[in-house]
């Protein structure tokens, strides 16, 4: 049932709870959820409190609205590989896959005396006029090697595009930690979690070009629905 004396609208509440049951698989991929009226007498709520729920379930991608039949189910969690994490434009290139990024800080900062590019973005797919982020990157990039960063647009370019085709600097090679991360407000609201999520996946390390130069500090938080297909080679 919802609360209605929760300070959290009561189409968040319907909605957290409709999200959980897919990710769950209580709803599979092809499959519809109940109808809307279905749900207004399961929950016992009105109309458009149950449109708005559905609604933020399209936003994320995770149903589709058939005209005449009722909301679909289109969970397709997408498989990303680690060892490409630090090429994500370039990897949803190959997928025929539309990458979107969210440009959340950019700003020259000064680590251990050092001045630094920082860069941080909310990364994502785009299908149809759905965005779902499936991450939030932050990068350090030294302005010694990259001058005049900032002027670029990357909520439009690829970081590593640029890199490459501009600084003439290949990534090359990456050295990475995996650990659990903290959520915060802004991680919790840019991929629609409920307060029953208390850590994601973090990546973070360096990344170093093709004469084993560090080019770039990164770090890499991951939504719930990602899934990972690790790969390495034993010598």
Known sequence: MLDKHDFIPLYVQL???????????????????PSES??????????????NAISLL???GLVQQVHGKGTLVLLRPLKYSITNFGGFTDYLNIRNEVGVSKVLEQ????????????LVRARGVKKEDTITYLMLDTSLLPVSLFPKLDQYDFEKESLYQVLREKYEIFPKRTEIALS?????????????LDENETALLKAEGSIFDQNNIEIEKVKIIYAPNLEFNIMTELN
């Open 15 to 33: 909605y957290r709870k409709l999200r959980e049951q897919i990710l769950n698989g209580e709803y599979k991929q092809g499959e519809f959820i």
């Open 38 to 51: 279905e749900l207004m007498k399961a929950f016992q709520t009105t109309r458009g409190t149950v449109r």
């Open 58 to 60: 399209v936003n994320d």
């Open 107 to 118: 700003k020259v900062v000064s680590v251990e005396g050092k001045d630094f590019y920082k």
């Open 180 to 192: 659990p991360a903290s959520i915060d407000q802004q991680t919790r609201e840019i991929f629609h």
